[in-house]
């Protein structure tokens, strides 16, 4: 086991891009190798050294896009992290783990109602934990909600840390849409999140699973990993997507109401789709983050006896059933991560930021 070190090394968000809205000049975000001492340790808290952390859709929001974080810059963006315990808590020391991306307060109505994972009072690294994030050497966190790693077979440690949020998140939307075995499932999106959306689904029971995407090589590795139909929407508008699931339907004799639909691109195309084949008795359910509006006649919703549910990170109870899945092969990480030297950090941001790619890039401190 490591020992706590006297400082930590981390890549530090010094300022996020800025736009000027009147002469549109823009400024480009700084990410700068720094020190900082390791926080005295309260009761309650351990300092993790982090494995990997995954680079997630949101950090590039943080850096990008002007998306506010709690914690103002300087600021240690980051929040899908693994690694192993080395100070505080004792009964932690020496263990493997998961740091969930929401910390509830378990003290609001929210956290008392089972709702803790949109708690108003939540802990998210790299945006509201001080100024602490997983991308550096360590992170001190609170214990309470770690998710301990006690079998991970083969799979590399760095490897688990997309299980803090791009898995995760999938699951807690699962549970909101109350799937049950035998349900229908259509997925828009099948990359970044989607992937795992369209895995958790199927090892969950899901009947027939339809995964939707525009680019057709994420399409076809889906069929390897839970779709039993792959629609490429490439070119095409929702009503023409909405034409092919009812062929579909009809080849496998399947009805068209009481499907359970999620958006998981966060575009406006996607989000028009998944609206389109809202029907009689169907939820929807967003998982994906767009700034654009969408247009919907709400009465649709009304006639059609529906659900439009909104789906926020996931609770830290449910991380150890997601990891068992995980470990156990019901959900594959492997085909679907990269690993690089967290020393390129800028380059994997500049990278994801132009173009997503299907191999979520997990970073693994070399400091």
């Not at 390791?38 to 993790?48: A, Q, R, S």
């Not at 004792?90 to 994972?117: D, F, S």
């Not at 699931?245 to 996607?270: C, D, M, Q």
């Not at 009304?302 to 156990?328: H, K, N, R, S």
Request: aromatic share 6%; net charge neutral.
């Amino acid at each position: 086991m490591s020992k706590a070190p006297d400082k930590i090394k981390a890549w530090q968000m010094v300022q996020p891009t800025v736009k000027d809205k009147a002469t549109g000049q823009v400024t480009p975000g700084r990410l700068e190798l720094t020190e900082i001492p390791v926080p005295e340790l309260k009761p309650g808290e351990v300092l993790v050294e982090v494995a990997g952390c995954g680079v997630c859709h949101t950090d590039l929001g943080y850096f990008y896009d002007g998306v506010p974080t709690v914690q103002k810059p300087p600021l240690i963006l980051g929040h899908e992290i693994s690694g192993t315990v080395v100070a505080g808590d004792q009964k932690w020391l020496g263990k493997e783990v998961i740091v969930p991306a929401v910390m509830p307060c378990r003290q609001c109505y929210l956290c008392k109602t089972r709702r803790g994972n949109r708690c108003l009072d939540q802990k998210m690294p790299g945006n509201s934990t001080g100024i602490y994030g997983g991308f550096a050497s360590h992170i001190p966190v609170p214990s309470l909600d770690l998710c301990e790693i006690r079998d991970r077979r083969s799979i590399p440690l760095e490897q688990l840390a997309v299980v803090a949020d791009a898995v995760t998140t999938p699951f807690q939307a699962v549970k909101r849409a109350s799937l049950d075995v035998g349900d229908n499932v259509i997925v828009i999106g099948a990359g970044g999140v989607g992937q795992y959306v369209v895995q958790t689904t199927k090892g969950l029971g899901a009947g027939v699973v339809i995964a939707v995407d525009i680019v057709e090589e994420r399409l076809q590795k889906m069929l390897q990993y839970g779709a039993d139909f792959v629609i490429n929407a490439m070119g095409k508008g929702p009503a023409e997507v909405a034409a092919e699931v009812k062929k579909i339907r009809e080849k496998v004799g399947l009805p068209g109401y009481g499907w359970k639909i999620f958006e998981a691109t966060g575009s406006k195309p996607g989000q028009e789709t998944a609206l389109n084949l809202l029907s009689f008795a169907g939820k929807l359910i967003i998982i994906g983050f767009g700034m654009q509006k969408v247009e919907y006649m709400m009465s649709r919703l009304m006639a059609f006896d529906a659900e439009i549910i909104g789906t926020w990170g996931c609770l830290p109870e449910y991380y150890p059933q997601v990891l068992e899945m995980v470990v156990t092969g019901k959900i594959a990480v492997e085909p679907f991560v990269q690993t690089r030297p967290m020393s390129q950090i800028r380059e994997a941001f500049e990278e994801a930021h132009k173009t997503p790619p299907d191999r979520r890039i997990i970073l693994v401190p070399d400091f």
